[in-house]
């Protein structure tokens, strides 16, 4: 893996950096969205602002969302002058940055939210992953320098390692070395000015210089490694051969480019943004729901309506768009694929892996084609998977458009056609068996009177 900076120094002129990537031709992208991290680019205003110290209990009393994520005394953003905000309305508002980013990179991922409005509750290692990302970004930690309650502390960003486990816990990759998390890097403004925009604090938690966990580094193949012998060795050596071509940015012949590849990709933040009705772009905010006084005909772009978070949590009832059937994203704008194209396809077209291709699975969809649906059982396979439930496309789950018991009379009527050929054929097989045999006794006997 590589990663070039140039310095070009001229008399007067301050120095220029130049970033050059490598491209893994081997290397097949997996999460890689724009921004590739949770939160990250709200890191840039939060360095800006002025924070002071809480206790974990008073702040842990008014969290919902980030309860079970935080376990140490938070640093809080300072109100403005003059302002008569109490510490749960400032904990509720960070809260509610935390749950609209959350909501908004899942999305960016094609993860539907809705799924996992409670990722402490559930065994997805990725949901988890982004969710303590943003509690740890929306609540850092209360410098331990710092005096007690209420005294000024400065802000501690994410320690890498939490990023790290981000990244290892979604199968982040871009291909390329983009993916780091100490960074910097210049992020263009309006007016033509920019800003410089840097990533995570250089160091693993837990430590007093940052916010987050430790590391989670299998070593599990490395251990392996050193006390297997002989074959063995040469097993598991192979296996981190080929952990190691999937790494970000290494692969023979790797073309160089200048922006790295998540950050060519267009912004899920600009792309599901909302511009209130005669607003400028500067005027942009993400969820709709947010506005209490806008009209239910605007909110959700129209094909969904607004709805809790947790219905239970009346205190901080936060608003989201619940898409009707065939839309997703946070403001109903994508058109799902839909589940009966992709159940007939896969009926008629699932030994070719005319499914997949419909659902953008390109690489498995030509491995299926090559086995010719798994010689069938992969075919027989995909039928009842996509038939009985709206499963995942490459991005979001397929619109929920085909009846149940559409499916079950078509899969039993499937059966039945399977089963009348399969009996016809041994059938037919038999008959012509017995007419062979019979024939071949008639000939001996004739051959014997004579």
């Known amino acids: 893996m590589w990663l070039f900076t140039v310095s070009l120094l001229l008399p007067g002129v301050t120095a220029i950096h130049k970033e050059v990537f490598t491209t893994n031709a081997v290397c097949r992208e997996k999460n890689c969205v724009n921004p590739a991290f949770p939160g990250v680019e709200s890191l840039l205003q939060m360095s800006e602002d002025s924070f002071f110290c809480e206790h974990y209990d008073v702040a842990a009393s008014a969290m919902s969302f980030c309860r079970a994520a935080v376990n140490y005394d938070v640093a ?133 210089l940052c916010t987050g966990a430790s590391a989670s580094t299998p070593l599990a193949l490395v251990a392996a490694l050193f006390a297997a012998t002989g074959s063995q060795r040469t097993a598991v050596g192979a296996i981190l051969l080929g952990a190691a071509m999937q790494l970000q940015g290494c692969g023979p012949g790797a073309q160089e480019h200048m922006v790295g590849n998540w950050r060519s990709k267009p912004d899920y933040l600009v792309e599901f943004q909302y511009i209130p009705p005669g607003g400028r772009p500067q005027d942009a905010i993400l969820n709709s729901c947010s506005l209490d006084r806008l009209a239910q005909t605007l909110q959700c772009s129209g094909k969904g309506v607004c709805s809790p978070w947790d219905p239970s949590n009346l205190n901080n009832p936060n608003m989201f768009c619940m898409c009707d059937r065939d839309w997703a994203d946070p403001e109903c704008r994508t058109a799902r694929k839909s589940q009966v194209t992709a159940y007939v396809l896969s009926v008629f077209g699932g030994f070719l892996g005319a499914d997949l291709f419909y659902m953008g699975f390109p690489v498995i969809a030509s491995l299926k084609l090559c086995t010719f649906g798994g010689f069938g059982v992969w075919w027989l396979v995909d039928i009842i998977r996509v038939g009985s439930a709206p499963v995942y496309a490459h991005k979001f789950r397929l619109s929920n458009d085909l009846p149940h018991y559409a499916f079950v009379l078509s899969l039993v009527m499937l059966a039945m056609a399977i089963g009348f050929t399969a009996v016809y054929m041994t059938t037919v097989r038999h008959f012509e068996r017995r007419r062979k045999n019979h024939l071949m006794s008639t000939h001996d006997y004739g051959s014997t009177t004579v």
Not at 124 to 133: E, I, N, S
Not at 141 to 150: A, E
Not at 169 to 182: H, N, T, Y
């Open 76 to 208: 809080l953003p300072k109100p403005g002058q003059g302002s008569t905000k109490e510490i749960p309305q400032i904990v509720k508002e960070q809260e509610q940055l935390a749950m609209t980013q959350y909501a908004f990179h899942l999305n960016g991922m094609g993860i539907e939210f809705w799924d996992a409005t409670q990722p402490w509750d559930g065994g997805d290692d990725c949901t988890q992953a982004v969710w303590r990302m943003l509690c740890y970004t929306y609540f850092p930690k209360c410098d331990g320098s710092s005096g007690g309650p209420g005294s000024d502390t400065p802000h501690l960003k994410p320690c890498q390692s939490s990023c790290q486990n981000y990244v290892e816990a979604c199968g982040v990759q871009c291909c390329d070395e983009s993916v780091q998390c100490v960074f910097e890097r210049e992020m263009p403004l309006a007016g033509g000015d920019s800003v410089l925009l840097e990533g995570y604090a250089p160091h693993d938690g837990p430590s007093a």
